[in-house]
């Protein structure tokens, strides 16, 4: 484990087990206090999700998954969902009464 990395958890858990933090951050080599160092920020890059889960339903049963974009429309959203294998299978050649999309984390099909 990188040094950097060790300390940053060294200093996420001061808070909660000050003691054991103090020993871990001695054992580092520091002379000073954990107390004093500065607590670890969030990089934005790493907190955008890349995917999210899409579920497909038919009769609001769940028939299939696919990881989207959080940015895909609600046509591409339907048109992946009745290509799915789980909602054919479920659709069985029925025709298609109302779809319902909730972007990007819903489809709803709703069969005749």
């Known amino acids: 484990m990188p040094r950097e990395a060790a300390e940053g958890i060294v200093t996420m ?19 000073d206090s954990v107390v004093y160092q500065q607590f670890p920020a969030a990089q934005d890059e790493f907190l955008v ?3 999210v889960t899409c579920i497909f339903q038919v009769q609001g049963k769940v028939r299939g998954k696919a990881d ?8 591409e959203l339907e048109a992946l969902a009745l290509a799915d294998a789980g909602v054919q299978r479920t659709l069985d050649g029925r025709d298609v009464r109302k779809i319902i999309v909730r972007a990007p984390k819903l489809v709803n099909i709703v069969p005749a």
Do not use: Q, Y
Not at 68 to 75: I, K, Q, Y
């Open 13 to 31: 858990v001061a808070p909660v087990a000050p003691h054991i933090a103090e020993e871990l951050w001695a054992k580092l080599g520091h002379t």
């Open 49 to 51: 999700e890349d995917t």
């Open 68 to 75: 989207v974009s959080p940015s895909a429309t609600d046509a």
